[in-house]
Protein backbone atom coordinates (compact mmCIF):
# COMPACT_ATOMS: atom_id res chain seq x y z
CA UNK A 1 0.00 0.00 0.00
CA UNK A 2 2.84 2.51 0.68
CA UNK A 3 4.51 1.52 -2.53
CA UNK A 4 1.03 2.32 -4.45
CA UNK A 5 0.56 5.22 -2.37
CA UNK A 6 3.78 6.53 -3.43
CA UNK A 7 3.09 5.66 -6.79
CA UNK A 8 0.37 7.57 -6.96
CA UNK A 9 1.56 10.80 -5.35
CA UNK A 10 4.59 10.78 -7.99
CA UNK A 11 2.08 10.62 -10.90
CA UNK A 12 -0.14 13.19 -9.02
CA UNK A 13 3.22 15.53 -8.99
CA UNK A 14 4.14 14.67 -12.30
CA UNK A 15 0.78 16.33 -13.89
CA UNK A 16 0.73 19.01 -11.75
CA UNK A 17 4.31 20.28 -13.13
CA UNK A 18 2.55 19.45 -16.90
CA UNK A 19 -0.25 21.61 -15.91
CA UNK A 20 2.31 24.40 -14.33
CA UNK A 21 3.99 24.32 -17.77
CA UNK A 22 0.38 24.07 -19.91
CA UNK A 23 -0.74 27.72 -18.22
CA UNK A 24 2.74 29.25 -18.72
CA UNK A 25 2.83 28.64 -22.25
CA UNK A 26 1.43 31.30 -25.13
CA UNK A 27 0.40 30.75 -28.16
CA UNK A 28 1.56 32.16 -31.41
CA UNK A 29 0.21 32.28 -34.45
CA UNK A 30 0.69 34.11 -38.36
CA UNK A 31 1.58 33.36 -41.46
CA UNK A 32 5.36 32.24 -42.86
CA UNK A 33 5.79 34.12 -46.42
CA UNK A 34 8.28 34.65 -49.08
CA UNK A 35 9.99 37.64 -47.99
CA UNK A 36 9.74 38.98 -51.45
CA UNK A 37 6.47 38.28 -53.08
CA UNK A 38 4.68 38.21 -49.76
CA UNK A 39 2.99 34.76 -50.55
CA UNK A 40 2.57 32.42 -48.42
CA UNK A 41 4.98 29.23 -47.83
CA UNK A 42 3.08 26.07 -47.23
CA UNK A 43 5.02 22.94 -44.95
CA UNK A 44 7.20 25.48 -43.52
CA UNK A 45 8.99 23.37 -40.71
CA UNK A 46 8.84 25.33 -36.98
CA UNK A 47 10.89 23.94 -34.36
CA UNK A 48 10.94 24.54 -30.82
CA UNK A 49 14.72 24.53 -30.44
CA UNK A 50 14.40 23.82 -26.51
CA UNK A 51 11.47 21.21 -26.51
CA UNK A 52 12.90 19.82 -29.94
CA UNK A 53 8.92 19.49 -30.74
CA UNK A 54 7.42 21.51 -33.36
CA UNK A 55 4.91 22.00 -35.95
CA UNK A 56 3.88 22.60 -40.17
CA UNK A 57 2.32 25.49 -41.50
CA UNK A 58 -0.38 25.06 -43.55
CA UNK A 59 -1.19 24.68 -47.64
CA UNK A 60 -1.68 28.63 -47.01
CA UNK A 61 1.18 29.14 -45.07
CA UNK A 62 -0.63 29.56 -41.70
CA UNK A 63 0.62 28.38 -38.49
CA UNK A 64 0.12 27.77 -34.63
CA UNK A 65 2.02 26.94 -32.36
CA UNK A 66 2.67 27.17 -28.32
CA UNK A 67 5.88 27.69 -26.65
CA UNK A 68 7.33 28.74 -23.27
CA UNK A 69 8.25 33.10 -22.94
CA UNK A 70 11.73 33.25 -24.18
CA UNK A 71 11.59 30.02 -26.23
CA UNK A 72 13.75 29.85 -29.27
CA UNK A 73 11.63 28.86 -32.60
CA UNK A 74 13.28 27.95 -36.30
CA UNK A 75 11.33 28.45 -39.02
CA UNK A 76 13.12 26.40 -42.05
CA UNK A 77 12.18 25.36 -45.66
CA UNK A 78 14.35 23.72 -48.37
CA UNK A 79 15.50 26.61 -51.03
CA UNK A 80 15.13 29.56 -47.58
CA UNK A 81 17.65 30.61 -45.43
CA UNK A 82 15.90 29.57 -41.58
CA UNK A 83 14.86 32.02 -39.18
CA UNK A 84 14.83 32.08 -35.72
CA UNK A 85 12.22 33.75 -33.80
CA UNK A 86 12.51 34.82 -29.91
CA UNK A 87 8.73 34.00 -28.36
CA UNK A 88 7.06 36.64 -26.60
CA UNK A 89 5.98 37.21 -23.00
CA UNK A 90 2.42 37.12 -24.13
CA UNK A 91 0.18 35.58 -26.65
CA UNK A 92 0.50 37.11 -30.23
CA UNK A 93 -0.16 36.83 -33.97
CA UNK A 94 2.82 37.98 -35.88
CA UNK A 95 4.00 37.16 -39.60
CA UNK A 96 6.84 35.51 -40.33
CA UNK A 97 9.09 36.50 -43.72
CA UNK A 98 11.71 34.19 -45.39
CA UNK A 99 14.40 34.56 -47.82
CA UNK A 100 15.46 32.40 -50.62
CA UNK A 101 18.59 31.05 -51.02
CA UNK A 102 20.49 31.45 -54.08
CA UNK A 103 22.13 28.88 -56.10
CA UNK A 104 23.96 28.77 -59.12
CA UNK A 105 22.71 26.01 -61.92
CA UNK A 106 25.54 24.37 -63.31
CA UNK A 107 24.93 23.19 -67.13
CA UNK A 108 22.03 21.10 -67.70
CA UNK A 109 22.22 19.96 -64.33
CA UNK A 110 18.03 20.02 -63.49
CA UNK A 111 18.42 18.60 -59.94
CA UNK A 112 19.16 20.89 -56.65
CA UNK A 113 22.61 19.64 -54.53
CA UNK A 114 20.58 20.00 -50.75
CA UNK A 115 17.88 17.75 -51.01
CA UNK A 116 19.99 14.88 -49.99
CA UNK A 117 22.48 16.78 -47.39
CA UNK A 118 19.54 18.40 -45.76
CA UNK A 119 17.52 15.53 -45.34
CA UNK A 120 20.26 13.48 -43.52
CA UNK A 121 21.34 16.67 -41.33
CA UNK A 122 17.48 16.75 -40.76
CA UNK A 123 17.36 13.23 -39.27
CA UNK A 124 20.86 13.72 -37.58
CA UNK A 125 18.92 16.44 -35.26
CA UNK A 126 15.35 14.57 -34.82
CA UNK A 127 16.54 11.30 -35.08
CA UNK A 128 14.88 10.28 -31.70
CA UNK A 129 11.51 12.09 -33.34
CA UNK A 130 12.03 10.17 -36.71
CA UNK A 131 12.15 6.74 -34.78
CA UNK A 132 9.71 7.83 -32.20
CA UNK A 133 7.30 5.19 -32.10
CA UNK A 134 3.82 5.42 -29.23
CA UNK A 135 4.26 3.27 -26.48
CA UNK A 136 2.56 -0.37 -26.40
CA UNK A 137 1.46 -2.83 -23.86
CA UNK A 138 5.08 -4.24 -24.44
CA UNK A 139 6.45 -0.96 -23.07
CA UNK A 140 4.62 -1.10 -20.05
CA UNK A 141 5.64 -4.44 -18.67
CA UNK A 142 9.34 -3.93 -19.72
CA UNK A 143 9.61 -0.79 -17.75
CA UNK A 144 7.30 -1.69 -15.14
CA UNK A 145 9.96 -3.25 -12.82
CA UNK A 146 12.62 -1.19 -13.11
CA UNK A 147 10.64 2.45 -13.30
CA UNK A 148 7.29 2.27 -12.17
CA UNK A 149 6.15 6.08 -12.63
CA UNK A 150 7.76 6.03 -16.50
CA UNK A 151 5.46 2.93 -16.89
CA UNK A 152 2.10 3.92 -15.47
CA UNK A 153 2.64 7.40 -17.28
CA UNK A 154 2.53 5.66 -20.59
CA UNK A 155 -0.94 4.07 -19.84
CA UNK A 156 -2.36 7.77 -19.06
CA UNK A 157 -2.79 10.31 -21.89
CA UNK A 158 0.13 12.68 -22.11
CA UNK A 159 0.08 16.16 -24.40
CA UNK A 160 3.61 15.86 -24.37
CA UNK A 161 3.73 12.18 -26.24
CA UNK A 162 1.00 13.26 -28.16
CA UNK A 163 3.03 16.19 -29.77
CA UNK A 164 6.10 13.98 -29.79
CA UNK A 165 4.00 11.57 -32.44
CA UNK A 166 2.50 14.50 -33.80
CA UNK A 167 5.79 15.97 -35.07
CA UNK A 168 7.06 12.45 -35.42
CA UNK A 169 4.20 11.99 -38.33
CA UNK A 170 4.84 15.88 -39.51
CA UNK A 171 8.42 14.82 -39.97
CA UNK A 172 7.55 12.38 -42.34
CA UNK A 173 5.36 14.24 -44.39
CA UNK A 174 7.60 17.10 -44.38
CA UNK A 175 10.32 14.74 -45.67
CA UNK A 176 8.21 13.52 -48.54
CA UNK A 177 7.25 17.34 -49.42
CA UNK A 178 11.02 18.19 -49.39
CA UNK A 179 11.88 15.41 -51.91
CA UNK A 180 8.89 16.57 -54.47
CA UNK A 181 10.47 19.87 -54.40
CA UNK A 182 13.85 18.72 -55.02
CA UNK A 183 12.86 16.94 -57.98
CA UNK A 184 9.66 18.80 -58.86
CA UNK A 185 11.98 22.40 -59.26
CA UNK A 186 11.18 25.59 -60.65
CA UNK A 187 14.31 25.28 -62.42
CA UNK A 188 13.28 21.76 -63.93
CA UNK A 189 9.54 22.99 -64.53
CA UNK A 190 10.78 26.91 -65.71
CA UNK A 191 13.18 25.36 -68.54
CA UNK A 192 10.24 22.97 -69.68
CA UNK A 193 7.44 24.97 -69.94
CA UNK A 194 9.08 28.95 -70.44
CA UNK A 195 6.50 30.01 -67.68
CA UNK A 196 7.56 32.38 -65.21
CA UNK A 197 6.59 33.68 -61.94
CA UNK A 198 3.78 33.67 -61.04
CA UNK A 199 2.20 32.04 -63.73
CA UNK A 200 5.11 29.42 -63.41
CA UNK A 201 4.28 29.11 -59.09
CA UNK A 202 0.31 28.73 -60.16
CA UNK A 203 0.81 25.75 -62.55
CA UNK A 204 3.69 24.04 -60.34
CA UNK A 205 0.90 23.78 -57.46
CA UNK A 206 -1.75 22.68 -59.73
CA UNK A 207 0.15 19.67 -61.26
CA UNK A 208 2.31 18.91 -58.25
CA UNK A 209 2.74 15.43 -58.55
CA UNK A 210 2.91 13.07 -55.29
CA UNK A 211 5.59 11.51 -53.63
CA UNK A 212 4.59 7.59 -54.35
CA UNK A 213 5.09 8.85 -58.23
CA UNK A 214 8.61 10.80 -57.76
CA UNK A 215 10.05 7.97 -55.52
CA UNK A 216 9.73 5.76 -58.64
CA UNK A 217 9.69 7.45 -61.61
CA UNK A 218 13.37 8.34 -63.64
CA UNK A 219 14.16 11.09 -65.22
CA UNK A 220 12.19 10.90 -68.09
CA UNK A 221 9.26 10.02 -66.68
CA UNK A 222 8.79 13.49 -64.81
CA UNK A 223 10.38 14.89 -68.01
CA UNK A 224 7.18 13.09 -69.71
CA UNK A 225 4.88 14.07 -66.96
CA UNK A 226 5.69 17.87 -67.09
CA UNK A 227 5.45 18.09 -70.76
CA UNK A 228 1.84 16.29 -70.57
CA UNK A 229 0.77 18.70 -67.90
CA UNK A 230 1.99 21.60 -69.85
CA UNK A 231 -0.21 20.94 -73.18
CA UNK A 232 -2.95 20.08 -70.82
CA UNK A 233 -2.69 23.64 -69.01
CA UNK A 234 -1.97 25.45 -73.10
CA UNK A 235 -5.19 23.63 -73.80
CA UNK A 236 -7.54 24.97 -70.83
CA UNK A 237 -5.72 28.56 -71.15
CA UNK A 238 -7.17 28.33 -74.97
CA UNK A 239 -11.04 26.94 -73.81
CA UNK A 240 -10.75 29.75 -71.29
CA UNK A 241 -10.35 32.75 -73.79
CA UNK A 242 -12.82 30.82 -76.93
CA UNK A 243 -15.90 32.28 -76.42
Not at 105 to 116: E, F
Not at 118 to 139: I, N, T
Not at 145 to 150: E, K, L, S
Request: proline residues 5%; without cysteine; aromatic residues 14%.
Amino acid sequence: MIRITAYIGALFFFFFISMQETFAQVRLSGMVADQDSKTGLPFVSIVNKRTMTGTLSNESGRFYIEAMPGDTLEFSMLSYTPKMMLVPGMSSSQDVYMQKRLFELQGVNIRGKNYRNDSMALRDEYGRYFDYRKPGAMDVLKTLPANPITALSYLVPSKVRKRKEQFHEQLLYWEKEKFIDYRYSPELVGRMTKLQSPELDSFMYKYRPGYQFLNSASDYDLLLYIKQSFEEYQKQKIEKKEP
